[in-house]
């Protein structure tokens, strides 16, 4: 059996948009639905079908994937449902059936709260550490301006679910048994939205963007979340708001990569620099500083500039700004150079660090 077009099994073309798709996908839920075809096994199947083809389609990921690897080459056949002069009216129809939101007397008053938002932050590690101000866009539903957020239209009023007389529940018989079931026209909330607001159509929140200004304390790690409690998506018919999450990602630094408080950088240092000892100069962060590497550094050593790391979050201290001593031999040398080192090679052959003298030890322990 070929793989199933969804396209075509709602019928509408590839380049179709949300609306097409959703519109389409109700006129044939509707058409299909078993409640409306008892018993039939074809229209059963074509219902789930239906299903599939929307829970892909309606998904903006999954299409764009489906797109890619599903099937291809459709027949064609398909009708647009936007030529269709009947799609008000299946509209309609589809919301008393299965009690959707939509208008009139059919608007549900459900109450639910909004979409919690996640909004990512970058910033430089020199702001992590200083903290930081900053004005964030974010695209999110608001409070509808004509009703602030009721979904009624000003001074009208909610009435009673005729249907269920408030209850929120209808009873039906199925032979002996008398079945409650959640009434689909207020969706169980036993109260209907007559009049919804023209400008929200009754949802009671409007898109926009929303210019928040938000406060980085000190000390933020990369992956550091930021909950802004009822910042996020206005919530639908009276609901409450969403939170915002706001997602640090802290850009990588040119010198310093960071353990916990601690900042880390590697610090190139020659033979000589590390045996006499010597100042450098070394990052911080926002500038430089001076470092002593003492006589004697060894490869690998740690040297520290204290309290110039990371400041604790919540204000407890501050970490050290560590650098690492890499030895860096040369590969080419004068023939000045070469001369020298010989001459020091000459001059040190009786003597040992603890290193060579334990290694030395070693194996003359094991092979005499
Ligand atoms: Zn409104
Ligand atoms: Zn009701």
Excluded: W
């Excluded at 990602?249 to 916990?260: G, S």
């Excluded at 620099?273 to 450098?280: N, S, W």
């Amino acid at each position: 059996m070929p793989a199933r077009d969804y396209y075509e099994t709602l019928g509408v073309s590839r380049d179709a948009d949300e609306a097409q798709i959703k519109k389409a996908y109700r006129q044939l839920a509707l058409q299909y639905h078993p409640d409306r075809n008892s018993g039939d096994k074809q229209s059963e199947e074509r219902f789930k079908e239906v299903n599939e083809a929307y829970s892909v389609l309606s998904d903006p990921d999954k299409r764009a994937q489906y797109d890619r690897f599903g099937t291809v080459g459709m027949t064609g056949g398909g009708f647009d449902p936007t030529d269709l002069g009947f799609g008000t009216i299946f509209e309609d129809l589809f919301e008393g059936f299965f009690g959707g939101a939509g208008r009139g007397q059919r608007t549900r008053s459900r109450a639910r709260r909004g979409e919690d938002l996640q909004y990512t932050l970058e910033m430089s590690l020199e702001n992590a550490a200083a903290g930081l101000e900053s004005r964030i866009q974010v695209p999110r539903f608001e409070p509808c301006e004509g009703c602030h957020g009721s979904g009624q239209e000003p001074g009208t009023k909610r009435k009673i679910c005729a249907t269920c007389q408030g209850r929120g529940q209808v009873r039906f018989s199925q032979g002996f048994l008398t079945v409650a079931r959640t009434c689909p026209e207020c969706g169980g909330e036993g109260e209907m939205n007559p009049n919804p607001c023209a400008r929200c159509r009754g949802e009671g929140r409007q898109r926009a963007e929303r210019l928040l200004k938000i406060k980085i304390p000190q000390g933020v790690d990369d992956s550091s979340q930021l909950r802004l409690t009822g910042e996020g998506g206005a919530g639908l018919n009276g609901g409450p708001a969403g939170d915002l999450y706001v997602v640090i990602r802290i850009r990588p630094h040119e010198f310093f990569v960071r353990r916990d408080a601690d900042l880390y950088c590697e610090l190139p240092l020659t033979f000589p620099q590390m045996a006499l000892g010597t100042e450098v100069e070394a990052p911080v962060l926002g500038g430089k500083a001076r470092l002593k590497v003492p006589p004697g550094t060894q490869p690998g050593e740690i040297l520290r500039l204290r309290g110039k790391g990371m400041p604790g979050l919540h204000g407890r201290g501050r970490g050290d700004a560590c650098y690492q001593a890499v030895l860096e031999i040369p590969t080419r040398l004068t023939a000045k150079q070469r001369e020298l080192l010989e001459a020091y090679q000459h001059a040190s052959t009786d003597e040992s660090g603890p290193l060579l003298a334990s290694f030395v030890e070693r194996m003359k322990k094991l092979f005499g």
